[in-house]
C-alpha cells in the first residue's frame, strides 16, 4: 500500500492510500484510520488530480513532428503518407516510447491510439506502464485486395490481443470516410459490435471532407453518412467531429457518441475551430480531448490543450462564461473513462489510482485564485512531479525510467528512415 501523505484534493489536505491498482482511502490528514502503508510520500506542497486521458493520438508520429509545417491538412497528409510507407516496426516502437515519454511527463495515464503495427505501439506503452487503448487501423483506399488483407490482419491481430492483460485494450480503427470502402466500414463495424470493441474514427475533420462526402454519398455528410450504415453508437469514438451540422449534433447525441476535440491540431492546420461542444453536450454526446499526433499538434500535453480548448470555445462564442474550468477538467479526463467504459478519470475511493502529483511550490500557485485555473492557465505541464498509473509509480520527480536509452534508440531509427 502506498500513502500520499498530507496532499491538497479539492483544496483540502488528505491522506490517499493506493492498494494494489486502487485508491483505497482518501482521509482528512493526518488521520490514517490505523491503515499502514509499506511506503509513505510525503506530498505536502503538492496536490493530487486525476491522469489524463488523451482520446485521440497518432503516437509514434512524435518522431515526425515538424517534419511538415505550414500547409493545409490534404497536403499534410500527403507528404505524410509517403514517409510512412517507409515506417517499420522498430519506428513505431521507438517511436511510441517517446510519445510515452512525453505523455508520462504531461500527466497522461490513459491514450486512445490510432496507428499503424500496434502490437508494437502497444508493448512500449504496457513496458512504460500507460494504459494504451490501441486499435487495428482500416485503411484500404478502396481497394479490394488491400481490403482483403486488412481482414486477415485484423482478424490475426484480434486473436493476438485476447491473450493480453488488462493493462492494454485492442480497438477498431476505421480511418474515415475518404479513406475506406463502405464495405470495410460495414465489416470494421461489424466486428467492433461483436466483439465489444470501441470503434475509433476520424470524422468530419475538414469543410472538404464535409463537401466531398455529400458528394459521393447523396448529399449525406459524414455522421450522416455512418448513421445511415447502422454504425453509430455509444462505443464509437469520432475524432474531430468539428464541421457539423444542427442534424450531424442531433445524430451524435441521440448515438451517445463519443466526439473527440482536437483543439491544436484542428487549429495548426486551419481545419477549424468552431467545435460545437455545447451542442454535442447537450444533445448527449459525450466531448473528450485529444492532442491529435505530433506531427500536427507537435506535442501530447493535455494541460496546453485543454488550455487552447477553452481559449478557442471562449473567442468564437465572444463569452467568457463558456468552457468552465470543470467541465474542461472533465473533457480532458472522465469523459474519456467514460467513453473507453474505464472505472478512472476521477479521485475517488474505489477508482482505479491513475492520478498525477502536482508540486504547487512554485510562482503559479501562489494566489489564492482557483487551483485549477492556476494549472490549466498558468502552469505548464513540468509542475507535474509524480505520475501513478494503475497503482504504480511511472513517474517520480520528473523521472522516467530508461528516459536516456528510450531518446537513444529513437535517434539510431530516425536516422535509418
Ligand atoms: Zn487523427
Not at 490534404?74 to 516496426?89: C, G, N, P, Q, T
Not at 475524432?239 to 473527440?260: I, Q
Request: net charge negative; proline share 3%; hydrophobic share 40%.
Amino acid at each position: 500500500m502506498i500513502l500520499l501523505q498530507n496532499i491538497l484534493f479539492d483544496g483540502r489536505p488528505v491522506n490517499l492510500f493506493i492498494d494494489g491498482q486502487r485508491i483505497r482511502r482518501i482521509l482528512p490528514f493526518p488521520q490514517t484510520e490505523g491503515l499502514v502503508a509499506d511506503e509513505t510520500v510525503d506530498c505536502t506542497g503538492k496536490a493530487v488530480i486525476p491522469g489524463f486521458i488523451n482520446m485521440h493520438t497518432h503516437a509514434a508520429m512524435t518522431l515526425l513532428r515538424g517534419i511538415t509545417e505550414d500547409v493545409p491538412l490534404h497536403d499534410w497528409l500527403d507528404r505524410i503518407w509517403d514517409i510512412e510507407a517507409r515506417v517499420d516496426e522498430e519506428f513505431i516502437y521507438w517511436g511510441t516510447k517517446v510519445a510515452c515519454l512525453e505523455m508520462i511527463k504531461s500527466g497522461t495515464t490513459t491514450f486512445n491510439d490510432q496507428y499503424w503495427f500496434a502490437p508494437f505501439a502497444r508493448d512500449a506503452a504496457v513496458e512504460m506502464g500507460i494504459r494504451p487503448y490501441i486499435s487495428f487501423v482500416i485503411l484500404d483506399n478502396f481497394d479490394k485486395e488491400t481490403a482483403e488483407k486488412q481482414r486477415r490482419k485484423c482478424l490475426q491481430l484480434y486473436e493476438r490481443s485476447l491473450g493480453w492483460s488488462e493493462a492494454s485494450h485492442l480497438a477498431m480503427s476505421v480511418h474515415s470516410v475518404y479513406t475506406v470502402s463502405e464495405e470495410m466500414i460495414l465489416w470494421a463495424s461489424d466486428f467492433a459490435r461483436e466483439h465489444g470493441m470501441k470503434l475509433h474514427i476520424h470524422v468530419s475533420e475538414t469543410q472538404k471532407e464535409d463537401i466531398d462526402c455529400r458528394k459521393a454519398h447523396g448529399g449525406l455528410s459524414p455522421t450522416e453518412y455512418l448513421d445511415s450504415l447502422g454504425v453509430l453508437g455509444p462505443h464509437v469514438i469520432a475524432a474531430h467531429s468539428l464541421w457539423l451540422s444542427d442534424h450531424d449534433v442531433e445524430l451524435m447525441g441521440k448515438h451517445r457518441v463519443n466526439c473527440v476535440h482536437n483543439i491544436n491540431s484542428n487549429a495548426k492546420l486551419a481545419s477549424g475551430f468552431r467545435f460545437r461542444y455545447n451542442e454535442l453536450r447537450d444533445a448527449g454526446a459525450n466531448v473528450c480531448l485529444g492532442t491529435d499526433g505530433a506531427a500536427s499538434s507537435n506535442n501530447l500535453d493535455m494541460l496546453e490543450t485543454m488550455k487552447t480548448t477553452a481559449l478557442f470555445q471562449k473567442a468564437w462564442r465572444e463569452d467568457p462564461s463558456q468552457m468552465h474550468l470543470g467541465e474542461l477538467m472533465d473533457a480532458a479526463t472522465v469523459n474519456g473513462a467514460r467513453a473507453l467504459g474505464l472505472d478512472t478519470g476521477v479521485i475517488r475511493e474505489g477508482a482505479i489510482a491513475d492520478l498525477s502529483i502536482v508540486d504547487t511550490d512554485n510562482s503559479y500557485f501562489l494566489s489564492p485564485g482557483s487551483f485549477l485555473a492556476n494549472l490549466i492557465y498558468a502552469a505548464h505541464s513540468d509542475v507535474i512531479s509524480s505520475v501513478i498509473a494503475q497503482g504504480r509509480f511511472i513517474m517520480r520527480d520528473r523521472r522516467v525510467e530508461g528516459e536516456k536509452e528510450i531518446l537513444a534508440q529513437a535517434r539510431k531509427v530516425l536516422s535509418q528512415i
